[in-house]
């Protein structure tokens, strides 16, 4: 089994600019990944499948990550030009202050896939890749056509993560059902407060009903006025 | 079997385009097609699960599963809540394994801290793990009998084992099918001799089980007449889709990750990995009978040489229990397939992400690639022979 490195000198070898970027594992697990240049990942992806020495024919698992945008707080230093009183006479002196600036890292989805090889008998080999940001440029090139098995899976990190995968031959949501509207697994995601809501021709039975029930009320109330 | 007509479409070179998508098959003549929904309260589904069936006459045209019936958002769950939170909830994903699900997310756990589990710990997740093998096999096999029309007595054969089991299971860890035994680095309570005993028991009286299971299934004629040649799966599809478990070797691949990885103690037994040759229906149920038996092979050898010693790594936390930075994924050879756990730190108690990867619905994938151009009948068979538990598709 080759190393996470040497599989990265591998795949630019076969693939000229692939952009492979290795990220190291700090975890005792030491399973290293590498990041995939979404514009390459379908020409790597079919080398790593037909490559004899790592024959990863079989890619097991899918998973979706979400980073959102992250509020990062750094002190800077500040030259600024303050006007003081130095011994009764007012001067423009320099002065170097630290300050707290904070400053927005944009936030991505992140899809990992974890290969092994079935003819080889080793793995895992770790891949990555992100998109742009979190709202409009979403997309990523689809494994399905390569890997059978991403289908479901990536249909689910569509469904739950609003991954939109490019080339998937049949991309629906998976567990939510259509018509639904946000992504669950997202970091920010608000549950609404009634989301089993669903029209229902019962809607206009419950409203008559209501409305008698009210109609009623009236009645009784004035009934009991009467009494009185 | 598959008719003349269709089979083809079946024999598509591992070159060509688009080779491992379902074919879209066309109707005889202007046929008009009968879309049928099975399910999602259907007896076959085991559970609430539907397959939009599209029909000409009785044969199946196209296929498309439709799941979330039973989504509770499992992974969303799991990261607000600590790790050993979410140990009782792995129970609910296949609640018929609940002893590999805890496994599978305690190797995880164990990847991710780089904790070790002593020796007799490992003893009992194995003798615990084909435990719970065993009696998976035994009712798939009771189901799968069950949906060929047999109701209810073929299966009460198997479930009668499968309480033996149980009732281990409920001496040891207190319930019969949520167990929520073992823990990070160990396990929760120690086996007495006397429940070692009664296990010995148990398994003494296995052999005898599947001899009898077999005389009455194996050579039956209506059982071969139903099974052989339905449902094939070609071994490059199989890899290809991601299938694992007894399904993959079914179809002649040989991958077990408990030889594979040789996770806990695996390499210490000697046992042999069965494979099919036709990947049919047949073939599947083979594989289940003969892992069986081998599972009872290490439960010999298992139960033989259990050591003494801690059954917790000493070292472990329990409380303030916070993993370094990183990510691990662990798997095992869960009785239905690749069970594997993602899990990402950021050094809080509570996991960042935690994602299962769950066999039955990978194995789902090619359910219209084994169904096209086959009758009715045999899509509740084929569907039975993938042996799925909803709760793990779902999630």
């Not at chain 2, 599963?65 to 609910?92: C, Q, W």
């Not at chain 2, 780089?114 to 798939?140: D, K």
Request: aromatic share 8%; proline share 6%.
């Amino acid at each position: 089994m080759k190393t996470a490195e040497e599989i990265k000198s591998a795949i630019e070898a076969a693939v000229p600019g692939a952009g492979v970027v290795l990220i190291p594992n700090t975890s005792p697990s030491a399973q290293h990944s590498l990041r995939l240049d979404p514009a390459h990942a379908v020409e790597v992806a079919k080398f790593l499948r037909d490559d004899a020495d790592l024959a990863l024919d079989f890619l097991s698992n899918v998973t979706g990550v979400d980073w959102p945008d992250k509020e990062i707080t750094e002190k800077v230093k500040v030259t600024r030009t303050v006007s003081k009183t130095v011994d009764g006479v007012e001067q423009q002196v320099e002065e170097t202050v630290e300050e707290p600036r904070k400053h927005i890292q944009p936030g991505c989805l992140e899809v990992v896939y974890h290969l092994f090889s079935m003819a080889k008998k080793h793995g895992p080999v770790i891949l990555r890749m992100r998109t742009v940001n979190r709202t409009d440029q979403v997309e990523l090139p689809s494994f399905t056509p390569i890997w059978r098995s991403a289908e479901f899976q990536e249909r689910e990190i569509f469904d739950l993560y609003g991954v939109v995968f490019t080339g998937h031959p049949d991309l629906r949501r998976l567990l939510m059902w259509e018509g639904f509207k946000d992504h669950p697994m997202r970091r920010d995601y608000v549950d609404p407060d009634d989301y089993e809501y669903e029209p229902t021709p019962h809607d206009s039975v419950l409203a008559r009903a209501a409305a008698h029930k009210a109609a009623t009320e009236c009645v009784a109330q004035e009934g009991t006025g009467a009494a009185q | 079997m598959t008719t003349p007509a269709t089979s083809s479409a079946f024999l598509r070179e591992k070159n060509e385009e688009g080779w491992n998508r379902p074919p879209i098959m066309e109707p005889d003549g202007e046929a008009e097609l009968l879309e049928v929904a099975m399910g999602p309260h259907h007896p076959s589904t085991h559970g609430v699960f539907r397959m939009d069936v599209a029909l000409d006459g009785e044969r199946v045209i196209r296929l498309k599963p439709v799941f979330g019936y039973l989504h509770r958002n499992h992974e969303k769950i799991a990261e607000g809540a600590s790790y050993l939170a979410s140990m009782p909830y792995t129970d609910r994903l296949d609640y018929f394994c609940s002893l590999t699900n805890n496994w599978a997310y305690a190797l995880a756990v164990e990847k991710l801290t780089g904790q070790e589990v002593p020796e007799r710990a490992e003893y009992i997740r194995v003798i615990l793990a084909e435990l719970t093998r065993i009696q998976n096999h035994a009712s798939a096999i009771g189901f799968l009998i069950q949906e060929m029309g047999a109701s209810g007595t073929p299966l009460m054969y198997a479930f009668k084992e499968r309480e033996k089991i149980l009732d281990l299971f409920e001496a040891l860890t207190g319930s019969r099918m949520m167990c929520n035994y073992m823990r990070f680095g160990g396990c929760r309570v120690d086996i007495s001799a006397a429940w070692l005993d009664a296990a010995r028991k148990v398994v003494a009286g296995l052999p005898d089980f599947i001899d009898e299971f077999e005389n009455l299934l194996s050579g039956n004629e209506i059982l071969m007449a139903r099974c052989q040649g339905v449902g094939i799966l070609r071994p490059e599809l199989a890899v290809n889709a991601g299938i694992t478990g007894p399904m993959l070797r079914g179809s002649g691949v040989n991958y077990d990750i408990r030889k594979v990885d040789h996770y806990g103690i695996y390499d210490r037994f000697k046992f042999r990995v069965p494979l099919g040759d036709h990947g049919d229906v047949y073939d599947r149920y083979m594989v289940r009978v003969l892992e069986m038996r081998e599972s009872i092979i290490i439960l010999n050898q298992a139960l033989k040489e259990v050591p003494g010693g801690p059954i917790m790594d000493p070292k472990a936390k329990i409380r303030g229990f916070r993993p370094k930075p990183g990510e691990a994924y662990g798997r095992i050879e869960a009785p239905k397939g690749e069970l594997g756990f993602y899990l990402i730190s950021d050094g809080s108690p509570n996991p960042y992400r935690y994602r299962v990867r769950p066999p039955s619905l990978i194995n789902l994938t090619v359910l219209e690639d084994m169904c096209l151009g086959t009758n009715v009948a045999d899509v509740v068979l084929i569907f039975g022979s993938v042996d799925i538990v909803l709760g793990e598709v779902d999630r």
